[in-house]
């Protein structure tokens, strides 16, 4: 058996965790911006990005961006999930910067477009 395959697979989702982690985060450091009756629609505007995000990558971006490759050192459904993280969190990044200025409809097109 190959341990190096494993223990590859099990840094990489340790690896995801941790950039999944950081999304509750930066969401709290966004409410922290934002005056306080923002503060409901600036986290679930979080958690929103999140998802179309990921839902977008997985669905058309991974093809997109990696195609046919064949990941051997580790698990493809890992690295596929580690790339995925990767994409929500930088566009939840971006999206601090718009807080209280953007509506959710443009910023769900926004995160719909980069995200795949």
Not at 47 to 70: K, P
Not at 75 to 97: D, E, H, R, Y
Request: proline letters at 3%; a neutral charge.
């Amino acid at each position: 058996m190959d341990y190096s395959y494993i223990i590859n697979t099990l840094f990489v989702i340790f690896s995801t965790t941790l950039i999944i982690l950081m999304v509750p985060g930066f969401a709290i450091l966004e409410a922290g911006i934002v005056r306080t009756k923002n503060v409901t629609s600036v986290l679930t505007v979080n958690v929103m990005i999140y998802v179309v995000a990921s839902l977008a990558f997985i669905l058309i971006g991974y093809d997109i961006a990696f195609g046919d490759i064949e990941v051997t050192a580790l698990s493809p459904l890992a690295f596929a999930m580690f790339q995925m993280a990767f994409v929500g969190k930088a566009i939840n990044i971006t999206s601090g910067g718009v807080g209280e200025r953007a509506k959710i409809f443009p910023l769900a097109l926004f995160t719909l477009i980069m995200g795949h």
